[in-house]
């Protein structure tokens, strides 16, 4: 089982950064990809963004495409989003996901 751990939340205005590490351990080795999720207030959760853990090949929403940039630590097993030019609708609870696991959530809130 894989065991995701996000860090890096907080509370920014409009057109600042952020940036979100997910800790992947346990059985780290059968890790394809690792995704964010994010849900905003009274929304559902959505797809933000994925990283492909052994190419590296990166896909993203078109949302936060041009904004957010997803990575990986190599050696190493953490994802990052960076997030930039943030807006109050990139709000939300941010969850890392991979091979069938969520981690328990990181909070962002954008204030304008």
């Known amino acids: 089982q894989v065991h995701l751990v996000e860090s890096g939340g907080g509370s920014v205005l409009a057109g600042d950064s952020l940036r979100l590490s997910c800790a992947v351990s346990g059985d780290s080795f059968n890790v394809q990809a690792v995704a964010w999720f994010r849900q905003g207030p009274g929304k559902e959760r959505e797809y933000v963004a994925r990283i492909t853990w052994i190419g590296f090949n990166t896909y993203y929403a078109s949302s936060v495409k041009g904004r957010f940039t997803v990575s990986r630590d190599n050696p190493g097993n953490t994802a990052y989003l960076q997030m930039n030019n943030l807006k109050v609708e990139d709000s939300g609870v941010y969850y890392c996901?991979?091979?069938?696991?969520w981690g328990q959530g990181t909070q962002v809130i954008v204030s304008a």
């Open positions: 996901y991979s091979e069938g696991n």
